[in-house]
């Protein structure tokens, strides 16, 4: 089998140490090893900077800094790195994979952590590797939601549109008919034909509600923050729950694209759900403000709470489908505990590149 060719820095003040790892290395038959080596922490981060490394061997003390300081000013999507730490030292082993070393070694006077150097750096690049790839597929299914999201949004669009234009357009007809056969018969009419035109009237109201619940149009024709207004009253409507909305002037006046005004909106619309479902609430208030972070919105109701356990137990696909939404959007989503009692929705949306705003 070939040898991998892998580049190794090791970041290490002390000569001897770094002599007996090139030894190592060049006797090695798990690897083609390419040794560069750093004295010092800034030294060490110069070379990382210039890429090209599989890995990094890091040694704890350095003559400039501290290897958990090397580790905070290391990029994130820098290479690997493993410790090598001195005999004692597994509280700075674990907060140094706490600050985002991959592995560590444990240095022995005699040097025998060498012989199992090569091995163990294969292993961490292994796990590299898989890592990665999960990372990656992550991100892959995250963008998938997101487009079938998306897709969703305009199925649903596309849907109301035809109810409203055939079957809204067809009703419509029909109680116009009977309307006209009402008045032809000049007070002689069928009582049937009243009858038939209330059930039109209903069949109307009917497809009406239809379709505001598919994609209401006040979201399209008057932005987000009407549509979430109107909703709280749609809710408080058919739930009896008190609900009521305040927009501060500076979220107001935001003008928000399509794609996020819809995933706000659904986000609250899902959050409301599960408040008239679940949380047995007289009250529910939504608040809209900017802070320096971005946007805040919050949907706090005076139920009966929530506890870790309810929302780890279970599927609770709704909340994760709230959290990847807002995710997409680079955001945050939170379900917490109320301050007075019951359970807040907490959502905060970074504003990058909407600062620009009305
Ligand atoms: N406002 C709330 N007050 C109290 N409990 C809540 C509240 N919101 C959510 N929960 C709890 O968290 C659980 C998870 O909510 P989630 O929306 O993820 O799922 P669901 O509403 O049960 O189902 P669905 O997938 O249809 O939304 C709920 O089953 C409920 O027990
Ligand atoms: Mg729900």
């Known amino acids: 089998m070939e040898r991998p060719a892998l580049n190794v820095l090791i970041v290490e003040d002390d000569v001897v140490d770094r002599m ?19 004295d010092s922490g800034q030294h060490g981060l110069a070379v990382a900077q210039q890429g090209q490394l599989d890995c990094i061997l890091l040694d704890y003390g350095l003559p400039d800094m501290s290897g958990l300081e090397f ?5 994130q999507s820098g290479p690997p790195v493993m410790m090598l730490t001195g005999a004692d030292s597994a509280m700075v082993a674990a907060e140094a994979m706490r600050r985002g070393a991959r592995d560590y070694m444990v240095k022995d006077g005699e040097g025998r952590y060498l012989t199992q150097l090569p091995a163990a750096i294969l292993r961490m690049l292994r796990e ?9 597929a992550e991100a892959e299914l995250r963008k998938l939601a997101a487009h079938q999201e ?48 209330g059930l039109a009237q209903d069949a109307i109201a009917t497809v009406r509600r239809v379709i505001t619940d598919l994609r209401p149009s006040v979201l399209d024709q008057l932005g987000l923050w009407a549509a979430l207004e109107w909703h709280a009253e749609q809710v408080a409507q058919r739930s009896g729950l008190r609900c009521s909305c305040r927009i501060e002037p500076d979220a107001a006046e935001l003008e928000l694209d399509a794609g996020r005004s819809t995933m706000l909106f659904r986000v609250v619309q899902e959050g409301l759900t599960n408040v008239v479902r679940h949380a047995h609430a007289s009250a529910v208030l939504i608040d809209a403000w900017r802070d320096a972070a971005g946007l805040r919105i919050t949907v706090a109701d005076d139920g009966i709470g929530i506890t870790e356990e309810r929302l780890r137990n279970g599927a609770s696909w709704g909340i994760i489908g709230m959290q990847e939404r807002v995710r997409h959007f680079g955001g945050e989503l939170q379900i ?11 959502l905060q949306l970074p504003l990058d590149g909407l600062e620009g705003t009305a």
């Open 128 to 136: 590299q590797r898989l890592l990665d790839g999960k990372r990656r």
């Open 150 to 197: 998306s897709i969703r949004e305009d199925e649903r669009k596309r849907i109301a549109q035809e109810i409203h234009d055939e079957l809204g357009g067809l009703l419509t007809g029909i109680k116009a008919y009977i309307g006209v056969a009402i008045e032809r018969a000049g007070g002689k009419a069928d009582p049937l034909l009243s009858e038939a035109a």
């Open 20 to 38: 007996a790892c090139r030894r190592t290395f060049a006797s090695s038959q798990d690897a083609a090893f390419t040794l560069l080596e750093a």
């Open 71 to 75: 580790l905070s000013q290391l990029p």
């Open 336 to 346: 917490v505990p109320g301050e007075a009692g019951g359970t807040t929705l907490r």
